[in-house]
């Protein structure tokens, strides 16, 4: 089974940081590319940022300058650091990820459960 994790959501100031991690994990042979969304309460869920196995990214107009996407393939892990963090940005945050498994020959889009950043004025 192919799962992703999420985590380093959690509590901060406005003007804080915080940096959060997606964890792939399973019967992955590639990863082709990863993906940020995030999904306020009572809306529907939106793109943060995505970066391809090349490494091209994209971000949203919303959090260009402030949020950075990366990844470590050796890792297989994807990051979103966020920085200068302002009280629009509460939402649940998602890693979405395109992976193709051992056990298949196409790439298989997977969500991970989700992790709660939330900011305080």
């Known amino acids: 089974q192919v799962q992703l994790v999420e985590s380093g959501g959690g509590l901060v100031q406005a003007g804080g940081s915080l940096r959060l991690s997606c964890v792939a994990s399973g019967t992955i042979f590639s990863i082709n590319s990863m993906a940020w969304y995030r999904q306020y309460l009572g809306k529907e869920r939106e793109l943060v940022a995505t970066i391809t196995s090349g490494g091209a990214l994209n971000y949203a107009d919303s959090v260009k300058g402030r949020f950075t996407i990366s990844k470590d393939d050796g890792k297989k892990t994807g990051y979103l650091q966020m920085n200068s963090l302002k009280p629009e940005d509460t939402a649940v945050y998602y890693c979405?990820?395109?992976?193709?498994?051992?056990?298949?020959?196409?790439?298989?889009?997977?969500w991970g459960q989700g992790t709660q950043v939330t900011v305080s004025s």
């Open positions: 979405n990820a395109e992976i193709k498994s051992w056990f298949y020959s196409s790439f298989r889009t997977y």
